[in-house]
């Protein structure tokens, strides 16, 4: 199985031009697709690119460079699709963590990705009940019908980007397999995720809980790529989850990279709202919490 490496470099050209440089590199088969993305448009003309190449082990790595305005590197996207990826990689300069953020208002801003499945007698509950906050104020919703994330707010209108992970693939077979029919007895029960990230002047945080009945139940550890339980119940789900190491570095990429762009993405957008008190925005808006048992490693 291949290991995923992808990232965006930069290089000054002249006072008014960039280059922006996509990297991917050990994944296998050689066929892929990448392309640099200006708000969500296909940059084709102006991307330069380099061919397909093998590594010494087997695999292959691609490049592809666009020339910008330094003023607008947080506008383009690198979006690469492979066979070996679960989801297209996004990916986009990131600023180093010595830089002082230039965001308006606090020093200090989240982005998080609310999940919701209720299983029960009741046929009338949504599949699925999901939010995206930024900054604690509701932006978007998924619908469970049309399967798609939509916009809260008048200015998510603009920002052409996937939201959050697909609920369907945050509330994998897994967690419904028979090895965690012992949870589900009858009556309702309710699974929860919450997944996101912190940007401060001291860098970025990533992080990513499952809770099971409002109580935590499993937690993703980026730093040493492990699952780590909350419960003794949530062992083998651990063991299995850990079977998968491909895993580990798309949930490590998206609490990294993908998240902190996202968020500083959102941030150029919605500077205005944030700066003003918001309306509140029905009664759809989800915000899980989950009560904290001692870790079990």
């Not at 007895?185 to 995720?193: D, F, P, R, S, V």
């Amino acid at each position: 199985q291949s290991t995923w490496v992808g990232k965006v470099m930069h290089k000054t050209a002249s006072d008014k031009v960039e280059v922006l440089i996509c990297q991917a590199f050990g994944f296998y088969p050689k066929k892929i697709q990448a392309t640099w993305m200006r708000d969500g448009e296909i940059c084709e003309y102006e991307t330069l690119h380099r061919n397909v190449a093998p590594n010494s082990d087997g695999t292959y790595y691609v490049q592809l460079n666009i020339e910008i305005d330094p003023n607008e590197k947080d506008y383009y996207w690198c979006h690469v699709m492979h066979d070996g990826l679960q989801e297209p990689l996004v990916l986009a300069w990131k600023e180093e963590p010595d830089e002082k953020l230039q965001h308006p208002g606090s020093s200090k801003h989240s982005l998080s990705c609310s999940y919701l499945q209720v299983s029960g007698p009741s046929q009338e509950l949504p599949q699925f009940l999901s939010m995206v906050h930024l900054d604690n104020q509701p932006i978007a919703r998924y619908d469970n019908h049309t399967r798609t994330w939509e916009p809260l707010v008048p200015w998510m209108e603009m920002v052409k980007v996937k939201s959050c992970l697909d609920p369907v693939w945050v509330f994998r077979a897994d967690l419904k397999s028979p090895q965690n029919d012992h949870l589900q007895n009858e009556g309702l029960h309710t699974w929860q995720a919450i997944l996101g990230c912190e940007l401060g002047e001291d860098g970025s945080k990533g992080y990513f809980h499952y809770g099971f009945n409002g109580t935590d139940f499993i937690s993703f550890d980026k730093e040493t790529l492990r699952w780590v339980t909350a419960q003794p119940q949530a062992q083998k789900l651990k063991e299995k989850w850990e079977d998968h190491p491909g895993w580990f570095q798309e949930n490590k990429h998206f609490l990294e990279e993908t998240c902190p762009v996202l968020l500083k993405r959102y941030l150029s957008f919605g500077k205005e709202a944030l700066q003003r008190t918001v309306e509140s925005i029905g009664e759809e808006t989800l915000k899980l919490s989950f009560k904290r048992n001692p870790i079990i490693y």
